[in-house]
């Protein structure tokens, strides 16, 4: 049981360069999230998830993209990166229940 | 709107001294509250549940409607307890909305 796995754990872009952060998890949760995570900022909602197909936007959701074809994947894409895109990037997954979310051990996004 | 603020981004106690993390919360409903703990350059782990009422690690929290309050506290902090600490709130959309994070140092 793996629980949520991120990869890459470490990318350099250049700006404007496009790319996908993975994200899968193994314990059939519904829901999953993704997160920025910047210094004095917390963490912000970039997208998330209810179920296979259901998307939605968070609070900081311009300049990615997300799709849920599985249940298991929620990968993010970053369309043009722009160094104000330097961040880490966390991916989170839960279910029904008062139960709090499982994340992923992150992505550590460098744009140059 | 739903919010979370945790107004202190920096709290320095010393080991043995109690603790004491502030999260206030903005929601008009019922929430559901948690805290999460992030040691260095890790992944954030779920610390407490405000429904389960239990103590993890020494910590206890309290939900507190009237003040909307949900403090993290622990009576005598110990130099493992460094580390960034969030408050979140759980919406029924599914939502976990967080803090800004309180990074506690305990000094030795």
């Known amino acids: 049981n793996a629980g949520v796995t991120q990869t890459p754990k470490f990318q350099v872009l250049k700006t404007g360069q496009s790319m996908t952060l993975q994200c899968a998890q193994d314990m059939n949760h519904e829901y999953m999230s993704w997160y920025r995570q910047d210094p004095g900022m917390g963490l912000r909602l970039i997208h998330y998830?209810?179920?296979?197909?259901?998307?939605d936007q968070g609070e900081v959701p311009n300049g990615y993209n997300v799709s849920r074809s599985t249940t298991e994947d929620f990968p993010l894409r970053l369309l043009s990166a722009a160094p104000s895109q330097t961040s880490v990037y966390f991916c989170?997954?839960?279910?029904?229940?008062?139960?709090?979310?499982?994340f992923g051990s992150g992505t550590r996004l460098t744009v140059v | 709107a739903q919010r979370v603020t945790q107004p202190e981004k920096l709290l320095s106690v010393f080991k043995g001294a109690p603790v004491e993390l502030k999260c206030n919360y903005s929601?008009?409903?019922?929430?559901?509250l948690f805290w999460y703990v992030q040691y260095s350059r890790q992944r954030l782990q779920l610390l407490l549940r405000?429904?389960s009422r239990e103590s993890i690690k020494g910590f206890t929290a309290d939900l507190n409607k009237g003040e909307t309050s949900f403090h993290l506290k622990k009576p005598f902090a110990q130099e493992e307890d460094s580390a960034m600490y969030y408050c979140a709130l759980r919406t029924p959309a599914q939502k976990l909305v967080f803090g800004q994070g309180t990074r506690l140092t305990i000094n030795p």
């Open positions: 989170a997954s839960g279910q029904q229940g008062s139960y709090g979310y499982t």
């Open positions: 405000h429904i």
């Open positions: 998830s209810v179920g296979a197909g259901i998307t």
């Open positions: 929601y008009s409903g019922s929430p559901e």
